[in-house]
């Protein structure tokens, strides 16, 4: 089972360049966030999606833009990167359906550099 | 508003000596409450979580971690650590009524041969 997947592994951007991080997943989860990691900060919460077609926003969503057209994708676009964005994000799905599957499963990252 | 504290950011310990990463959380509602973990330059994983029940949950590599509800707590602990368990250990709260899912700052566990 492929799970999460998320494209590319690693980035290098430019100042002011756009790019989508790509997420997927192949478990029907209704659930699907994306997370930013930073030393000593732990995971903090981008933006977050509940079905298709219904996004909202988490603790720290400025710069970032997501939608959700399909059950399985849940991209994520920076619009014009800057330094601050330089992280390791995290795509993650879960499911709804039943309590015993509440937990996240989590794509391996995309190491995200801007210069 | 849901919150998650990890009181210690480093945890080094002995190999074969007991471990104990503490955890609290603050939350109005009825929650769940996880720890995942993440070894060196890969995604999370989830250890072992409370939905409810018994209050002491395990893991099939020998982690437990007990919910008190009085204390809000959910502290993982090993009664002997491997080289192996060195990772980030990241407690994490989720509402039972179905939400976002807040995780604490980790905690790294470093093993000492």
């Known amino acids: 089972n492929a799970g999460v997947t998320q494209t590319p592994k690693f980035q290098v951007l430019k100042t002011g360049q756009s790019m989508t991080l790509q997420c997927a997943q192949d478990?029907?989860?209704?659930?699907m966030s994306w997370y930013r990691q930073d030393p000593g900060m732990g995971l903090r919460l981008i933006h977050y999606s509940v079905g298709a077609g219904i996004t909202d926003q988490g603790e720290v969503p400025n710069g970032y833009n997501v939608s959700r057209s399909t059950t399985e994708d849940f991209p994520l676009r920076l619009l014009s990167a800057a330094p601050s964005q330089t992280s390791v994000y995290f795509c993650?799905?879960?499911?709804?359906?039943?309590?015993?599957?509440?937990?996240?499963?989590f794509g391996q990252g995309t190491r995200l550099t801007v210069v | 508003a849901q919150s998650v504290t990890q009181l210690d950011s480093q945890v080094p310990v002995f190999e074969e000596a007991p471990v104990e990463l503490r955890c609290n959380y603050s939350?109005?509602?009825?929650?769940?409450l996880f720890w995942y973990v993440q070894y060196p330059n890969q995604g999370l994983q989830l250890l072992l979580k409370?939905?409810?029940?018994?209050?002491l949950v395990e893991s099939i590599n020998g982690f437990e971690a007990e919910f008190n509800k009085s204390q809000t707590s959910f502290h993982l602990r090993k009664p002997s650590v491997h080289i192996s368990d060195t990772a980030e250990y990241f407690c994490?709260?989720?509402?039972?009524?179905?939400?976002?899912?807040?995780f604490g700052p980790g905690t790294s566990l470093s093993v000492i041969p």
């Open positions: 994490a709260v989720r509402k039972t009524s179905y939400d976002k899912v807040i």
């Open positions: 939350s109005s509602v009825s929650v769940y």
């Open positions: 993650a799905s879960s499911s709804r359906a039943r309590q015993e599957n509440t937990e996240a499963f």
């Open positions: 478990m029907n989860h209704e659930y």
């Open positions: 409370y939905l409810s029940g018994s209050t």
